[in-house]
């Protein structure tokens, strides 16, 4: 008697031609394939003639699949337990370079300035790393010699905790999908350096007046009266630093009382990179704002500084 198994094909984001194959099993839930491939690649082949042919193969890893798309010829290393042997090292970049050209080149750089705090794992095969290797790492990066070197004022390891469970969970869903990731719930309180100073997260009205006029004071005496006025727009429009710096004399709309946001500047975070104004905003391709009348009278006050008459 022959038996037939329910399979289902779903495509995996930013990797064309590449899914995962998925089966349903006794409780009838989709999950990876307990034998066998996990992964399907398609590739368009040239032979001598000029003719084209379609190519489909399967893998039990994404590498392999990304290899073949590449055209490329990849032999995966078993671990003797059966598991991809891959360092962390190897993960690290195979990361960096699949998710990190997916986001905006100041959030590269700060990711990429991460891999120092992950040294302790560099040459460790990534299947043997289970949760004690990462209660081992805690204390590493927490002993007062290592935040010495690094930053004295550090109350926590949060972000970086948040961008190495990312890097082992792409290991997860794209090489091998039955690593157990190894962190525990314990884990983020252990992260904690020093508690953090209390602090009120908002000013009174008499505290945020006295605010500005020491900031007014202190722009002005600088010469940089650009950078007081900078604040009061970013301020009145409760936009990001970035969204009101790009702001231009003709996206205050005074015909329809509305300023257009459609802009940000990407401020370096690395020597030899200049700072370009890109289109739309961090969170979306852009906004429409209400021109207040007090947002009017700081905006014709700044065009009088910087000499604007248009």
Known sequence: MRFFVQRKIEAIRNNPGIARVFVMDAKGKWSAPARGAGFRAIRQTRKEDGTTIRETRYFNSMAEAQAFRRNETMTVAAHPNGRVQLTFAELFDRWANNFLPHCESSTRVRYLSYRKHFRFFESRIVAEIDAASVDQWINVIK???YIESSNRTRCNYEHEYTILRGIFRYYQERIDSEYRLPFRKDHRK????????????DLSAEQFRSFLDALKAICFS???PAIWYLARIQYLTATRIQEAAALRVEDFDFAVRRIRVERRVQ?????GVSTVILDGTKADRGKSLLLLPETESVFTELKLALGVRE
């Open 190 to 201: 252990m992260l904690i350096v020093r508690k953090r100073p209390a602090v009120a997260k």
């Open 222 to 224: 600088a010469g940089c």
């Open 267 to 271: 401020w370096s975070r690395s020597r």
């Open 143 to 145: 002993s007062p010699a």
